[in-house]
């Protein structure tokens, strides 16, 4: 019996040469049209920081990053495609594929996110909490969206959405955005995660070239207004998911909420700083633009600005971004620890799918008593140097493997 990575069946991740993920090692943006521009607002104080290239990298690899990330990018995708559909069309079939593109979406932004909370070695530090608290808020969004599909009659794909990293978001959303698997750094916050959690109406006006979040999450509530579909608590689950309750769906009240939720906690946001949800907490932009800029957002004379008091900049495992294609040449001891992650990891959505493919509640809990396995190898991965790249680790790679007999 062997493994091998398990080829995602949502949207899949297009390959890029290794000379441009190369440049993501350096700490080079691979987009900086769209989103990436977004994640950037005017009312805000400070340069962006310097970026200081990675040693080991190749010069050229710069060069290559602008046409690698063209390919990375699909365009307008499956979430264009759906939302083409005239509202009226939009029918039971409609939803459970739109709701399949939400689990990839929500899945992933996991790994990017854990790879990043992992790096950071004080975990009680303010950023800490920070990174841990979205961790479990995409692990809520993920189980809502199950539960939402499992409300209409169906049953979430989790680990055939899983994707491949670096690559773009699920369904063409934030077309010109690479998301890639990293310790946490100024550039990953600004060309990863601010780009992913980009609200709807961020500080100050952008234009997207492609279909957003909340876009997209706003077409998904519409057809449930419009088609108004029978409901099924059977099957949904109903356990505490990160800082969160996950509950049965049984309404379009619960649907509006469960779905406002999503929308109000991180990507698709349309509040603003001033409506923060449960806790006060803000939503995950305006989260990591205070991890960004060093500084609490703060409304001023002049609008909202990072001028708040301090959010020092934890001290992170120096994490390389995973090149496409995985790290190449790891000798015979960083082997053992990927295969070790990704047979966890793989463990972990081989059991998600079969919470809610009847296993209920105890399955749930076991992949998440799983998850927290992945843990160890990833901080031994991430405190083991290249050889090739002075000063960076490597880390996970985030891998799902299928079983061959």
Same mark, same amino acid.
């Given at each position: 019996?062997s493994e091998e990575?398990?080829?995602?069946? &949502?949207?899949?991740?297009?390959r890029r040469s /290794?000379?441009a993920s190369a440049?993501?090692?350096?700490?080079?943006?691979?987009?900086?049209?769209?989103?990436?521009?977004?994640?950037?607002?005017?009312?805000?104080?400070?340069?962006?920081?310097?970026?200081?290239?990675? @040693?080991?990298?190749?010069?050229?690899?710069?060069?290559?990053? +602008?046409?690698?990330?063209?390919?990375?990018?699909?365009?307008?995708?499956?979430? @264009?495609?759906?939302?083409?559909?005239?509202?009226?069309?939009?029918?039971?079939?409609?939803?459970?594929?739109?709701?399949?593109?939400?689990?990839?979406?929500?899945?992933?932004?996991?790994?990017?996110?854990?790879?990043?909370?992992?790096?950071?070695?004080?975990?009680?530090?303010?950023?800490?909490?920070?990174?841990?608290?979205?961790?479990?808020?995409?692990? /809520?969004?993920?189980?809502?969206?199950?539960?939402?599909?499992?409300?209409?009659?169906?049953?979430?794909?989790?680990?055939?959405?899983?994707?491949?990293?670096?690559?773009?978001?699920?369904?063409?959303?934030?077309?010109?955005?690479?998301?890639?698997?990293?310790?946490?750094?100024?550039? $990953?916050?600004?060309?990863?995660?601010?780009?992913?959690?980009?609200?709807?109406?961020?500080?100050?006006?952008?234009?997207?070239?492609?279909? +957003?979040?909340?876009?997209?999450?706003?077409?998904?509530?519409?057809? $449930?207004?419009?088609?108004?579909?029978?409901?099924?608590?059977?099957?949904?689950?109903?356990?505490?998911?990160?800082?969160?309750?996950?509950?049965?769906?049984?309404?379009?009240?619960?649907?509006?909420?469960?779905?406002?939720?999503?929308?109000?906690?991180?990507?698709? +946001?349309?509040?603003?700083?001033?409506?923060?949800?449960?806790?006060?907490?803000?939503?995950?932009?305006?989260?990591?633009?205070?991890?960004?800029?060093?500084?609490?957002?703060?409304? +001023?004379?002049?609008?909202?600005?990072?001028?708040?008091?301090? &959010?020092? $900049?934890?001290?992170?495992?120096?994490?390389?971004?995973?090149?496409?294609?995985?790290?190449?040449?790891?000798?015979?001891?960083?082997? &053992?620890?990927?295969?070790?992650?990704?047979? %966890?990891?793989?463990?972990?959505?081989?059991?998600?799918?079969?919470?809610?493919?009847?296993?209920?509640?105890?399955?749930?809990?076991?992949?998440?008593?799983?998850?927290?396995?992945?843990?160890?190898?990833?901080?031994?991965?991430?405190?083991?140097?290249?050889?090739?790249?002075?000063?960076? %680790?490597?880390?996970?790679? $985030?891998?799902?493997?299928?079983?061959?007999?």
């Amino acid at each position: 019996m062997s493994e091998e990575p398990e080829q995602p069946a &949502v949207a899949p991740f297009k390959r890029r040469s /290794f000379l441009a993920s190369a440049a993501l090692a350096a700490g080079a943006p691979a987009v900086t049209a769209g989103p990436a521009q977004a994640a950037a607002p005017a009312a805000v104080t400070g340069p962006a920081p310097a970026v200081v290239p990675a @040693a080991g990298v190749p010069a050229a690899a710069a060069a290559a990053s +602008t046409a690698g990330a063209q390919l990375a990018a699909p365009g307008l995708g499956t979430v @264009a495609r759906l939302l083409a559909v005239p509202e009226t069309d939009r029918g039971v079939e409609w939803l459970k594929s739109a709701l399949q593109v939400a689990v990839a979406l929500e899945l992933s932004t996991i790994p990017p996110y854990l790879s990043a909370w992992w790096s950071v070695k004080d975990h009680g530090s303010e950023v800490g909490r920070m990174l841990r608290r979205i961790v479990g808020d995409e692990m /809520f969004h993920l189980s809502i969206a199950c539960n939402l599909i499992v409300a209409l009659g169906g049953r979430p794909r989790i680990k055939a959405a899983a994707p491949v990293f670096p690559g773009p978001l699920p369904g063409g959303v934030r077309a010109g955005v690479t998301v890639y698997l990293s310790g946490l750094t100024k550039p $990953f916050v600004r060309d990863v995660a601010m780009a992913i959690e980009s609200p709807e109406e961020p500080l100050t006006r952008s234009v997207h070239p492609s279909p +957003t979040v909340g876009q997209f999450y706003s077409g998904v509530l519409n057809a $449930f207004r419009v088609v108004r579909p029978d409901l099924t608590a059977r099957g949904q689950l109903s356990v505490h998911v990160g800082g969160d309750d996950l509950r049965p769906i049984e309404t379009l009240d619960d649907v509006e909420s469960a779905i406002g939720i999503i929308k109000e906690q991180g990507e698709g +946001t349309d509040g603003t700083p001033e409506d923060p949800f449960e806790n006060d907490e803000r939503a995950h932009y305006y989260a990591f633009g205070e991890i960004y800029h060093g500084r609490e957002l703060r409304e +001023t004379d002049d609008g909202y600005r990072y001028v708040g008091g301090p &959010v020092p $900049f934890p001290d992170a495992r120096p994490m390389a971004p995973v090149p496409v294609g995985g790290w190449p040449n790891p000798s015979p001891e960083v082997k &053992v620890l990927l295969h070790r992650f990704d047979a %966890t990891y793989s463990s972990v959505l081989d059991t998600l799918d079969a919470a809610w493919a009847g296993g209920g509640e105890r399955a749930l809990k076991a992949a998440v008593h799983s998850m927290h396995g992945l843990e160890r190898p990833a901080v031994e991965l991430m405190e083991t140097p290249i050889p090739y790249a002075p000063g960076s %680790t490597y880390g996970p790679q $985030f891998r799902a493997l299928r079983r061959r007999i």
